[in-house]
Nanobody, 122 residues
Framework: VQLQASGGGLVQAGGSLRLSCEAS???????MGWFRQAPGREREFVAG????????YYMNSVKGRFTISRDNSKNTMGLQMNSLKPEDTAVYSC?????????????????WGQGTQVTVSS
């Protein structure tokens, strides 16, 4: 499975961006997530979605601002990010964990896409 992330960029605080992660392979029976890593900080779980059930999960600081979604027909996961803050600045990566209904641990993921930079200016 290959994952292709896209959609990062530079935006002012309060603005919006949409990230996409396209999978070229099977995603059923898997859990897909977005992680981010800022300079000098550990990678952290941002949001995830169960491919079969559509159940979604978010880190507390993005609840109400970010929305994760999936398009089964296109094998694509999206992350709509609204009301962006400077502290959201990071490299965002998507990952796929087979056989799990949920995981916020990066070590559980079997496949990763390349990162995409999100920069929010104040």
């Amino acid at each position: 499975v290959q994952l292709q992330a896209s959609g990062g960029g530079l935006v002012q605080a309060g603005g919006s961006l949409r990230l996409s992660c396209e999978a070229s392979g099977r995603t059923d029976n898997g859990f897909m997530g977005w992680f981010r890593q800022a300079p000098g900080r550990e990678r952290e779980f941002v949001a995830g979605i169960s491919w079969n059930s559509g159940d979604t999960y978010y880190m507390n600081s993005v609840k109400g601002r970010f929305t994760i979604s999936r398009d089964n027909s296109k094998n694509t996961m999206g992350l709509q990010m609204n009301s962006l803050k400077p502290e959201d600045t990071a490299v965002y990566s998507c990952g796929l964990a087979y056989g799990l209904k949920y995981s916020s641990r990066a070590s559980s993921y079997h496949f990763w896409g390349q990162g995409t930079q999100v920069t929010v200016s104040s």
